[in-house]
């Protein structure tokens, strides 16, 4: 049995939120989500506020709406990068093999990979990813999961 993935996909960016720029790296994530099967049941900006992205995480995993949430941006180094805090605020079980397996992809691409903070985990039925905010890391990242993704939900999402 296939596993239908219903995607919630959150691009986390002051400029971004604000109009100041173009947000490319959610679309490109949605993109790459539908070539799979995914169904995109919501695409937000958001900015760069802990609050506000661990509050977005939990309504999208509390609704029961979707099955994965992946999040573009706020993985950084930066001082306003603070989507992995929120994301552990959000979440209830880390999935640490996920993001390393995220980060050692990536680093056969580029030694900067080693400075992502991107965390991945559970919430309930949710699995939910951080990515890299530019559009080139954010689709290596999740071109490193993709193959799990089926798998994953499934386990997540399995009654028995």
Request: net charge negative; aromatic share 2%.
């Amino acid at each position: 049995m296939k596993t239908q993935i219903r995607a919630v996909v959150l691009t986390v960016s002051d400029s971004a939120s604000r109009g100041e720029r173009v947000d490319a790296s959610g679309p490109a994530v949605a993109e790459q989500l539908a070539s799979i099967g995914a169904e995109i049941v919501a695409a937000e900006i958001i900015a760069d506020e802990r609050g506000a992205i661990a509050g977005r995480i939990c309504h999208f995993a509390d609704s029961g709406l979707a099955d994965l949430i992946v999040t573009t941006g706020g993985t950084g180094f930066a001082p306003r990068d603070v989507t992995p805090e929120a994301t552990r605020d959000a979440i209830e079980r880390e999935a640490p093999g996920l993001a390393e397996l995220m980060r050692a992809e990536s680093l056969k691409i580029t030694p900067l990979a080693a400075l992502s903070r991107g965390v991945c985990g559970a919430r309930g039925r949710t699995l939910i990813l951080n990515l890299p905010g530019s559009v080139r890391g954010a689709r290596e990242n999740l071109s490193a999961v993709v193959r799990l993704l089926p798998h994953a939900i499934s386990l997540l999402t399995e009654t028995g």
